[in-house]
């Protein structure tokens, strides 16, 4: 009786464990689950972080060596994006942009058609799908990207700056 006792105690905390967001692999990369607010953290090969809020919509793709990804396809909610300078190109893919990048930290959010992308530190280069219409951005710089309306570079109000990375607990 005892030993089934245990058993069921032992089995029981595996599971608690296992639903509470353990670390698992996940394309490469080791994901994990955040709280205060819900986010999850995929912490990848050669200095890449990505931290999704937990309703992002997003697909890891591709991948360059040693098995790090190379590209985010994201068509809803935000990322913060964080590539270790020299660890080589990366870009998030949403249905309105692309944004391209060489070491930095920033931010990518998709929502109602519309991508927005800032840039906390180094530098990010924005253009549509196509490739046409590339802007850089630089820190403390977003862009605005939709299918009507030219892509416009502007430094964000730091509430704006705020609210963006709060939900990333920044």
């Known amino acids: 009786m005892r030993i089934l006792t245990l058993f069921m105690a032992v089995t029981c905390f595996i599971a608690i464990a296992l639903s509470a967001g353990m670390a698992q692999q996940v394309n490469g990369c080791v994901r994990s689950e955040l709280t205060d607010p819900a986010r999850v ?3 990848c090969p050669g200095g890449l972080v990505l931290e999704a ?5 997003l697909a890891i793709t591709g991948s360059g060596a040693p098995g790090r990804p190379v ?6 909610k935000g990322v913060l994006v964080e590539v270790e300078p020299g660890s080589g190109p990366f870009q998030i893919l949403t249905p309105q942009a692309i944004a391209a990048v060489r070491g930095t930290v920033y931010a990518v959010d998709v929502e109602d058609g519309v991508t927005s992308v800032f840039v906390v530190r180094g530098e990010v280069g924005v253009s549509r799908p196509d490739g046409s219409e590339a802007v850089a951005l630089g820190a403390g710089e977003g862009v605005t990207v939709t299918t009507a309306e030219p892509l416009v570079v502007k430094r964000w109000p730091q509430e704006k700056v705020d609210r963006l990375l709060a939900r990333f607990a920044r």
């Open 71 to 76: 590209a985010v396809e994201l068509s809803g």
């Open 53 to 57: 809020e937990a309703a992002a919509a």
């Open 41 to 43: 953290v995929y912490t």
